[in-house]
């Protein structure tokens, strides 16, 4: 590969969306000679960069469909679903399921299923294998859950997002969540039954928060829970996310969160409010979701 560089003056990209070869893989024979490029669905902003029109309206088919590339160029919501039908059907599940030879096939598709209704929660291993022996899919092991949970990670369909405890300043072993990688993915593997708003944008909130580059953790304050704390070279921001804080016991549920943190560190509310106050009490602030997703330097500026 440093011959064809340096003999014709190139550039060498080489994409890990094979089931066959995958970006560890990759990094791994080549290390040391190149630099991973992770390559995401559209972000809101770049989806409504090429719908254009209403930004409500462009947002509500984003939330539905996602942001896979391919269906910008399909007007027909029919097509559009049958299009990411077919992906479920092949790269997600099958593509995975003939690569590492799994043979309890109903208890894979069982996780994944039980994984997409249950973005925003904490999950652990023992949990989902009890939920799932439960639901009768039998003959399944913390073990196995474990296993395959790191398939699904490393075959990019869903991110692990980790705890960490604030005060004690350690990250914690138990009780993780795990955010789908398109949101039209994990609608269409759940038949489009399940369209819960506050984690389906805590779900694209923390895509976005990856693509923009920042380390994401889930943050533990003594007894209440933060849903992002997001982290760059430079600023760390508590971030909560919910679809509103109008009524007043949501509110104090949300900046509750943010108690006791005197680190100076801006705390930040996202929400789909429309309110023109960005300025909470205790110097919290408050941001619309739309206008997060299409401002790169919102956390900055607000």
Same mark, same amino acid.
Request: aromatic share 12%.
């Given at each position: 590969?440093n011959?064809?560089?340096?003999d /014709?003056?190139?550039?060498i990209?080489?994409?890990? %969306?094979?089931?066959r @070869?995958?970006?560890?893989?990759i ?9 991973e490029?992770?390559v995401?669905?559209f972000?809101f %902003? ?11 309206n462009? /947002?509500n ?7 896979l590339p391919? @269906?910008? #160029?399909e007007? &027909?919501k029919?097509?559009?679903v049958?299009y990411?039908e077919m992906?479920c059907?092949?790269?997600v599940?099958?593509d995975i399921?003939d690569r590492?030879?799994?043979r309890?096939v109903q208890?894979?598709?069982?996780l994944?299923?039980l994984l ?5 929660s904490?999950v652990?291993? %023992?949990?989902i +294998?009890?939920?799932?022996?439960s639901?009768? *899919?039998k003959?399944?092991t913390?073990?196995t859950? %474990?296993?395959?949970?790191d398939y699904?990670?490393?075959a990019?369909?869903?991110y692990?997002?980790?705890?960490y405890?604030i005060k004690?300043?350690?990250y ?6 795990y955010?789908?990688?398109d949101?039209?993915i994990r609608?269409?593997?759940? &038949?489009?039954r #399940?369209i ?5 944008? !805590? ?5 976005e928060?990856l ?9 533990k ?8 704390i +997001?982290?760059?070279?430079?600023d760390?921001y508590?971030? #909560? *996310?919910?679809f509103?804080? !109008?009524?007043? !016991? ?6 509750g969160? /943010? ?5 100076g560190y ?12 960005t ?15 299409l401002?790169?330097?919102?956390l900055k500026e607000?």
């Amino acid at each position: 590969m440093n011959d064809i560089k340096r003999d /014709f003056n190139v550039d060498i990209y080489i994409t890990g %969306s094979n089931s066959r @070869l995958l970006s560890k893989e990759i990094n791994t024979i080549f290390r040391g000679q190149g630099v991973e490029i992770k390559v995401y669905p559209f972000s809101f %902003s770049e989806y409504y960069d090429f719908v254009k029109g209403d930004k409500n309206n462009a /947002f509500n088919d984003y939330i539905m469909y996602g942001g896979l590339p391919y @269906l910008l #160029q399909e007007d &027909n919501k029919v097509n559009k679903v049958k299009y990411l039908e077919m992906i479920c059907n092949t790269v997600v599940t099958k593509d995975i399921i003939d690569r590492h030879n799994i043979r309890n096939v109903q208890a894979f598709n069982s996780l994944v299923d039980l994984l997409c209704s249950s973005i925003g929660s904490y999950v652990s291993s %023992s949990k989902i +294998a009890n939920t799932l022996k439960s639901n009768g *899919v039998k003959e399944i092991t913390n073990e196995t859950i %474990s296993i395959y949970l790191d398939y699904l990670c490393d075959a990019f369909l869903f991110y692990k997002v980790n705890r960490y405890d604030i005060k004690g300043k350690e990250y914690l072993k138990t009780l993780n969540k795990y955010y789908v990688s398109d949101i039209g993915i994990r609608n269409t593997k759940l &038949n489009f039954r #399940q369209i819960e708003m506050t984690h389906t944008i !805590e779900n694209i909130v923390y895509l976005e928060l990856l693509k923009r580059g920042y380390i994401v953790d889930i943050g533990k304050n003594v007894n209440q829970e933060i849903d992002f704390i +997001a982290k760059d070279f430079k600023d760390t921001y508590y971030i #909560q *996310v919910s679809f509103t804080i !109008e009524d007043e !016991e949501v509110k104090k549920r949300e900046l509750g969160a /943010f108690k006791r943190l005197d680190d100076g560190y801006k705390k930040i509310v996202i929400t789909m409010d429309n309110s023109p106050f960005t300025i909470l009490e205790n110097g919290y602030k408050r941001i619309n979701l739309i206008d997060f997703l299409l401002n790169n330097n919102a956390l900055k500026e607000i």
